[in-house]
């Protein structure tokens, strides 16, 4: 017989032994579960009309230590994102919320694969689900609304902004640099006291200066060499400036001597006590200045009253300047305002240049010589990098691309032979009618839906028609492609030696030909550019950026 209370005491005893390692484990599973990101994504519909949108939005509920990337740019190709909108962050204790809600659209009718997200969380990455998105055509009423043609292409004039916005910034430096130039250049600036005094004339100037030294305080403080040199200077260049006489280089004996010979010749009419007591003055100076001989304060004042009278009168004596003489001193001081206006001129031309040499050197360190030229004097493939680029659709199967100006519908003419393999042909274009810059978009519709296209057949034929348009030397490499959507194709690339347009040299080159297709059609794009142009080659790594084709006809 079975003991059925032993049984229920030996499992309550299991129970007890087994549920504290059983509770720890649902813990750990718990806390991992807690630790590890949810990631849920949706759209808002799976059908829309042709230009509305959808909206997918992804969820992520992360720790909030993570660090966590979202999907940027083209990446739902084959659909457009219009507008990625802001985070969204919900924080419960420690743990974040993250909603990001993405706006896409599409201009093709047709029932479109929204590809799985890649959404990074602390350097791992997290794939969504994808969706299927149909997109239907808007009805057309033919019969009350009338077809018309497709309008040609018209060409729009760009806008000035730009050109008027550097004007305006080069003629608000030029206003600062004149009026610089103006203030300390060719401003008549206010004369301080010692410009004034000298340009007074010659008389009026020494009774002036001899004033200033009666109120000195030279004699005060014993200060005797200094004061009779100053009265000596004065004298001097009195004479030197109004009688002519090379006064301030010579001995006391020199000049009186050129006094007297002055007044023998007659034209100083000076007596000849007048000569003694200015010598007796001169004598006296030299002993003072010289000998270290010191006369009396009344003596020394006495000197410069009768220096004072030897100007008045040497001033007396002199004759009235002739009307040759008054022509000769304006023409004189008619070439001394010239040379300063030459002055003035000489300058601001230094200064100017000095001021464009710098901003130049400035501009050349900051940016680099090679780009100031080329913006100053202009390159061609330049303004085309920094110009407004335009993304659009060409042919079909579509290629979607990004290029600085939009590529031109070309007349294809399909040979016999051709046509038995090709059903439809579409080229598109865009060259530059300077230098070797070119773009080029073909899609081919082949006859037989099933048929796979042959690339190598169709590298052979475009490399044949760039030695048919005299290309020589060409090299070829090849490597695999990838769109950013995930598309594969086929890369070729390399150089040679091309024609250049409207001449029969021929000029280094690069070039680079992709290549996508799938059953019953190819697409290739064609791009050319001039060797070691940088700015070609930041558009080429741009447009190959861009490129996106379809996968299915």
């Not at 206003?175 to 060719?186: H, K, N, P, Q, T």
């Not at 280089?249 to 200015?278: C, H, R, V, W, Y």
């Not at 000769?328 to 100017?352: G, T």
């Not at 490499?477 to 959507?485: C, R």
Request: charged share 25%; glycine share 6%.
């Amino acid at each position: 017989m079975i003991n059925t209370n032993r049984i229920i005491e030996n499992g309550v005893s299991c129970i007890k032994r087994i549920s504290p390692i059983f509770l720890f484990l649902l813990f750990i599973l718990e806390l991992s579960a807690q630790n590890n990101p949810i990631i849920k994504s949706e759209v808002d519909t799976t059908f829309i009309k042709i230009g509305e949108q959808v909206q997918w939005k992804v969820t992520v509920d992360i720790d909030s230590t993570d660090f966590v990337i979202f999907p940027e740019g083209q990446t739902f190709s084959p659909l457009e994102t219009v507008e990625a909108f802001a985070t969204d962050t919900t924080r419960k204790k420690d743990r974040l919320t993250l909603q990001k809600i993405y706006a896409l659209t599409q201009f093709d009718s047709g029932a479109y694969k929204l590809p799985a997200q890649r959404i990074d969380i602390n350097g791992v990455g997290f794939m969504t689900d994808s969706s299927l998105i149909n997109v239907a055509t808007i009805p057309v009423d033919t019969l009350n609304q009338k077809m018309y043609d497709i309008k040609p292409l018209i060409n729009v004039e760009k806008s000035n902004y730009t050109f008027w916005k550097y004007l305006l910034i080069g003629i608000l430096v030029l206003l600062i640099l004149g009026g610089l130039l103006y203030w300390f250049v060719f401003r008549k600036k206010p004369l301080t006291e010692e410009e004034k005094v000298a340009l007074l004339p010659p008389y009026d100037r020494a009774l002036l200066e001899l004033k200033r030294l009666e109120n000195s305080r030279y004699l005060i403080q014993d200060e005797y060499k200094e004061y009779y040199s100053e009265l000596t200077t004065i004298v001097r260049s009195y004479l030197e400036e109004d009688a002519h006489v090379t006064a301030l280089e010579s001995t006391t004996g020199q000049l009186i001597e050129k006094l007297e010979l002055l007044k023998d010749a007659g034209e100083l009419n000076l007596e000849d006590d007048t000569i003694k007591q200015f010598q007796q003055i001169l004598q006296t100076a030299d002993l003072v200045k010289f000998a270290k001989n010191k006369p009396s304060t009344s003596v020394a004042e006495h000197d410069r009253k009768l220096v004072e009278q030897i100007v008045e009168k040497t001033h007396e004596a002199l004759p009235e300047p002739t009307e040759e003489e008054l022509l000769e001193q304006a023409e004189y001081q008619e070439e001394l305002e010239r040379k300063a206006k030459q002055k003035k001129i000489r300058i601001a031309v230094i200064s100017a240049i000095a001021v464009v040499m710098i901003g130049i050197t400035i501009a050349g360190v900051k940016f680099g010589f090679g780009y100031l030229k080329d913006t100053v004097i202009g390159h061609p493939t330049k303004e085309l990098l920094e110009g407004d680029w335009v993304r659009s659709s060409y042919g079909f199967p579509p290629i979607q691309i990004e290029t600085p100006q939009v590529l031109v519908r070309q007349e294809v003419k399909l040979p016999a032979e051709a046509k038995a393999v090709i059903t439809d042909m579409q080229a598109f274009q865009y060259s530059s009618p300077i230098g070797l810059f070119n773009i080029a978009t073909t899609s081919i519709t082949l006859a037989q839906q099933d048929a796979e296209p042959d690339f190598d057949k169709t590298i052979e034929k475009i490399l044949s028609n760039f030695e048919s348009q005299g290309a020589k030397n060409i090299i070829t490499k090849q490597e695999e492609f990838t769109t950013i959507s995930g598309v594969k194709g086929v890369k070729v690339f390399g150089s040679g030696q091309f024609k250049a347009p409207s001449s029969k040299e021929l000029i280094e080159g690069e070039y680079t030909v992709l290549l996508f297709g799938g059953k019953g059609f190819q697409q290739y794009v064609i791009l050319t550019w001039l060797k070691d142009d940088a700015y070609a080659k930041e558009i080429v790594d741009r447009v190959l950026t861009s490129v996106e084709v379809k996968t299915e006809v």
